[in-house]
C-alpha cells in the first residue's frame, strides 16, 4: 500500500486526514534521523514493523510518498 505522508515539527501522534497521514517530529534531519522517526511513527500507526515500510519518493522533502507492506 502507498500512503503519502507530510512531516512537521512538533511531537504530537500522527494524524489522518484526508487522503494523507500528517506526521510530527522533533528531530533533526541529519543524518537520515528524521526520515527514520517517521518510519517508525508510520510503523506504529499501522502496526507493523519498521522494516515493512520504505520511502519511495521525498527523502528530502516534507512531502513522501511511503510503501507500506500489511500483512494480512
Given at each position: 500500500?502507498?500512503?503519502?505522508?507530510?512531516?512537521?515539527?512538533?511531537?504530537?501522534?500522527?494524524?489522518?486526514?484526508?487522503?494523507?497521514?500528517?506526521?510530527?517530529?522533533?528531530?533533526?534531519?541529519?543524518?537520515?534521523?528524521?526520515?527514520?522517526?517517521?518510519?517508525?511513527?508510520?510503523?506504529?500507526?499501522?502496526?507493523?514493523?519498521?522494516?515493512?515500510?520504505?520511502?519511495?519518493?521525498g527523502r528530502t522533502k516534507?512531502?513522501?510518498?511511503?510503501?507500506?507492506?500489511?500483512?494480512?
Open positions: 500500500m502507498q500512503i503519502e505522508v507530510r512531516v512537521k515539527k512538533g511531537n504530537r501522534k500522527p494524524e489522518k486526514t484526508g487522503d494523507y497521514l500528517i506526521v510530527y517530529t522533533s528531530v533533526e534531519r541529519q543524518n537520515n534521523r528524521a526520515n527514520l522517526d517517521v518510519i517508525k511513527q508510520v510503523a506504529l500507526f499501522y502496526g507493523v514493523s519498521a522494516a515493512d515500510i520504505s520511502i519511495r519518493s516534507s512531502r513522501k510518498l511511503l510503501d507500506v507492506n500489511l500483512k494480512d
